[in-house]
């Protein structure tokens, strides 16, 4: 079969829990179109709450979607069940691993479990890909937990499915564990795999995706390139630092968003498309102010997705990705 243009396809899913006996429901999903390229690092986001589990669990084919159209590698999750299965590995966030199988025992059980024969299997070179060779024949127990984290990934990883989905892979790990798992995840991106992250850490989603989408109240509210999404908010921020005590702010300066902190520090925020950074030096200068320092922020994800996700429910269109 010829690789598919998209390694994920979803047009119109819906999902909608009852709640048992009650005429009640709840919809998780509405009406979410996401198309993922082959090739891709995609980041999907979202507050608590918002459907990330549900729409991973759908991939995973834990939870029966109630409408809509879910490809996998070019085959329907329900009518193609085995085909997408196969295409798709999934790392969750939970560490189910049994303490007394050593990694090498973990990744071949799981083979046998996609009945792949023996050789057709990978274990050594899985093992080398997660950094995890030395502990091949040590208790999954004795192993701390970036090197759990990384056996996880490597169990996904045993049938070599072109899309691997991992589910918040960096909660609980120290920061050096997850920069070195982030070098893991770059290189099996690089290496041809489709990689789908959801993920709490936005400077995680910032540094490894290139295109992020945002899911919120079940609907998804924005899917871009991940340097077009940074480029939505036309805010800057810059930190001038005097060489003495300021009392208060000169009138000359009141024209600008500008605020005084510890007497020395003025915080001046603006639209880089309106004004520059070179103005507001300008007109401090001609205050007879000296600088001692300056320093600037960039808008980050941070912020795009604080204002996305905190616009009202009924502000928010539904996107396609």
């Excluded at 009406?31 to 999907?44: A, D, H, M, T």
């Excluded at 490809?71 to 969750?92: F, K, L």
């Excluded at 005097?242 to 968003?257: A, G, H, M, T």
Aim: charge should be positive.
């Amino acid at each position: 079969m010829n690789k598919p243009t998209y390694a994920i396809n979803i047009s119109n899913l819906n999902k909608t829990y009852s709640r048992g006996k009650t005429p009640e429901s709840i919809e998780a999903l509405k009406e979410v179109n996401l198309k993922i390229k082959r090739g891709s690092f995609f980041g999907l986001l979202g507050p608590n709450g918002a459907g990330k589990s549900t729409f991973i669990n759908i991939l995973a084919g834990l939870v029966k979607k109630t409408s809509g159209c879910v490809e996998i590698w070019g085959h329907e999750i329900e009518t193609q069940m085995r085909d997408a299965r196969r295409a798709i590995g999934v790392v969750p966030q939970e560490l189910n691993i049994d303490p007394f199988f050593t990694p090498s025992e973990v990744l071949e059980l799981q083979a046998g479990l996609y009945g792949l024969a023996s050789k057709y299997r990978q274990t050594e070179k899985i093992l080398q890909t997660v950094g995890l060779v030395e502990q091949a024949n040590a208790y999954s127990r004795s192993l701390s937990g970036g090197m759990r984290r990384r056996l996880l990934i490597a169990k996904a990883m045993v049938h070599s499915p072109p899309i691997l989905v991992l589910d918040e892979p960096s909660a609980g790990v120290d920061v050096e564990l997850r920069k070195k798992m982030w070098e893991h995840m770059k290189q099996l991106n690089q290496n041809g795999t489709t990689v789908l992250l959801t993920t709490h850490y936005l400077e995680e989603a910032e540094a490894l995706c290139d295109t992020i989408g945002i899911i919120n109240h079940g609907y998804l509210v924005a899917c871009e390139k991940t340097t077009n999404l940074l480029s939505r908010l036309d805010t800057k921020e810059i930190t001038v630092f005097l060489d003495r005590d300021l009392i208060k702010i000169p009138e000359s300066l009141k024209s600008f968003k500008v605020s005084l902190f510890d007497k020395r520090r003025l915080v001046f925020s603006y639209r880089p498309s309106k004004q520059s950074a070179g103005t507001i030096i300008k007109a401090i200068k001609k205050c007879k102010l000296e600088i001692s320092d300056i320093k600037s922020k960039e808008v980050d994800l941070e912020d795009i997705f604080i204002e996305i996700t905190r616009a009202p429910v009924v502000s928010q269109k539904k996107v396609s990705g």
